[in-house]
């Protein structure tokens, strides 16, 4: 849910045909090309602030369920990000 808020792309766009899906493609861009993947909108935002968020996106959606990252330690992380932010 967080990549597709941040780059404004569901699962299901066109872009993503064959192997390449939105995990992928962001996966790809980080951390060079991150500007790229990320929806205009965002462009104010600091690009470390967006970095973390995408990575975070990242742990969120791992292939393996055992491998994602807990609800708590997101919103650890989310709460971090934040304040940083402020």
Known sequence: M????????KPTDDMFVGEL?????VKASIPYKIMEVIDGN?????QGDVLAIMELGLECSKELLEAR???KDV???LNKIKSQML
């Open 42 to 46: 965002l462009l104010r935002t600091e």
């Open 75 to 77: 919103i650890i992380k």
């Open 21 to 25: 899906n939105i995990r992928q493609w």
């Open 69 to 71: 990252i807990g609800i």
């Open 2 to 9: 967080l990549l597709e808020m941040l780059t404004r792309k």
